[in-house]
């Protein structure tokens, strides 16, 4: 690994991201200059300047400062004139994950990795570490409500954060505890096949912590036979499994809460309270609680830290509530979330009228699990479709979230079901028939959240 030691003035491309947004401040929290560039002026572009960082919009090789690394994410291409310019400035170029990687040197690493659950995991977490008084540093792919920032800055030397499967780079974290909540086919575009995802996230396994543990969802049958590749210990979570170590029973929603009947290794340990909806939100919460009772920390203290929890950024985010309308913005950019966020939606409120927002994320993944996102809305009573967000890749010809559209008219006859193209026309639709509205699920990986928040922000203009 190169040593970053000394290194003092730091280039990213491509800073704006989650991941990229939270490594730029934790450099510069440690003294080094940050210089960085992206596409698009976001609100964590504006933080990032907030702090001194200097960020420019738009790639060209001019915006190198003399830099002694250059730190790039998958998205960015070898093309991108920064980075071609590094190469001819014989520049040291690294991976987002080589620079986190190197921030775990000598930490005790908390990995949270799986297809769904991340966010909400780490984040839950580090909560209970940080009322616990451990104080560790906590790397986000999302903002907490609860430290209201992607990134937080500990005194401790444990470090949580997720392991991005998308590339396979969490193979870069080597000697962690890890958390893998569950593994389903997605990111095929760069894995080609499940049966390889699931090698990488054995691979993943074996790089664990032999002094340490592995915690993996037992519901998931995938997950069993992946968590025999962990060198230290290994504990199951399930909501279903009746053999997990870490189970919940008898959940229900009462109130806008969450309650069910935590057991570990078959025995009463404690009523979990969340304030967040879904069976999906219990089985993050048994995860995080898995990790923190298996690192030591006392069951009571840890579930009296999740009935505290406010949750992220995108995950089931009011957005808007006034009378009988609720506005949400939902991060579900694959199956089985729309799935968990629909029917976290619908044990919740009950029998409300549901509408669907939904932008396809890649081509590649629409693509691969084209009647699996057919068969996802079932618990929406209309469902309206926008174009797909392409992220970093090329449209695929002869296909279009049109087709999706069709194909969940086939699936489900009598359900409205629209598509539009312009968000602009998707805004003006929904906005027009406001009234009939209850509640409206945004749900999304792309820039579909502009579309909630800018309806929420224009109906409480309209209505104050």
């Known amino acids: 690994m190169l040593d970053l030691n000394g290194i003092t003035r730091v280039h990213m491309v491509g800073i704006g991201g989650v991941s990229m ?3 730029a401040h934790a450099l510069h929290d440690r003294g080094a200059q940050v210089v960085g560039s992206d596409i698009v002026e976001t609100e964590r572009v504006q933080k990032l300047r907030a702090l001194g960082i200097t960020v420019h919009i738009g790639h ?4 190198l400062d003399a830099p002694e690394l250059i730190v790039h994410t998958t998205a960015i291409k070898p093309e991108n004139p920064e980075l071609a310019a590094g190469n001819a400035q014989s520049i040291p170029i690294i991976h987002r994950s080589e620079l986190l990687a190197w921030f775990l040197e000598g930490k005790r ?3 949270i990795a799986g297809t769904h659950g991340k966010t909400t995991t780490t984040a839950m977490v580090g909560t209970i570490l940080l009322d616990a ?11 907490s409500f609860d430290f209201h920032d992607n990134y937080h800055l500990g005194t401790s030397d444990i470090v949580v954060f997720e392991a991005d499967e998308s590339d396979a780079s969490f193979c870069q974290y080597l000697d962690c505890s890890q958390i893998i909540t569950n593994v389903e086919p997605d990111h095929l575009d760069h894995h080609h096949d499940f049966e390889t995802l699931k090698q990488v996230f054995a691979d993943f396994a074996k790089k664990g912590d032999p002094d340490g543990f592995l915690i993996y969802g037992s519901d998931c049958p995938d997950l069993v036979a992946l968590a025999a590749h962990c060198p230290g210990a290994a504990r199951s979570f399930a909501l279903d499994d009746p053999d997990a170590f870490y189970r919940a029973t008898d959940i229900a929603t ?39 009772h298996t690192f030591g920390l006392p069951v009571e203290k840890s579930l009296a830290s999740l009935a505290k929890f406010s949750g992220t950024s995108r995950r089931f985010e009011l957005l808007y509530h006034q009378g009988k309308l609720r506005i949400y913005d939902d991060y579900a950019h694959h199956p089985t979330e729309i799935r968990a966020a629909l029917a976290g939606a619908r044990d919740a409120f009950g029998d409300v009228h549901i509408t669907a927002i939904f932008q396809p994320h890649r081509p590649s993944r629409t693509k691969f699990l084209f009647d699996d996102f057919a068969r996802a809305f079932s618990q929406a009573d209309a469902v309206i479709i926008n174009s797909i967000y392409l992220a970093r890749e090329e449209p695929i010809p002869d296909f279009s979230a049109e087709l999706l559209a069709d194909r ?10 629209h598509y539009f193209e312009s968000q602009d026309d998707l805004l003006a639709f929904v ?17 579909i959240t502009e579309v909630g928040r800018t309806l929420a922000s224009r109906l409480a203009d309209e209505r104050e």
């Open 21 to 23: 947004s939270a490594l």
């Open 60 to 63: 060209d090789k001019a915006n």
């Open 109 to 111: 690493g908390m990995a």
């Open 133 to 143: 008084g451990v104080d560790p540093t906590v790397f986000l792919g999302g903002t």
């Open 254 to 292: 009462h109130n806008g809460w969450t309650t069910a009947t935590v057991l570990i290794d078959g025995r009463p340990a404690g009523m979990l309270r969340l304030s967040l909806p879904g069976r999906h939100n219990v089985a993050n919460a048994l995860a995080a609680l898995g990790m923190v």
């Open 408 to 417: 969940i008219r086939q699936v489900e006859p009598y359900k409205p079901v």
């Open 431 to 447: 906005h027009d028939r406001i009234d009939a509205e209850e509640l409206i699920m945004v749900m999304g990986a792309g820039d």
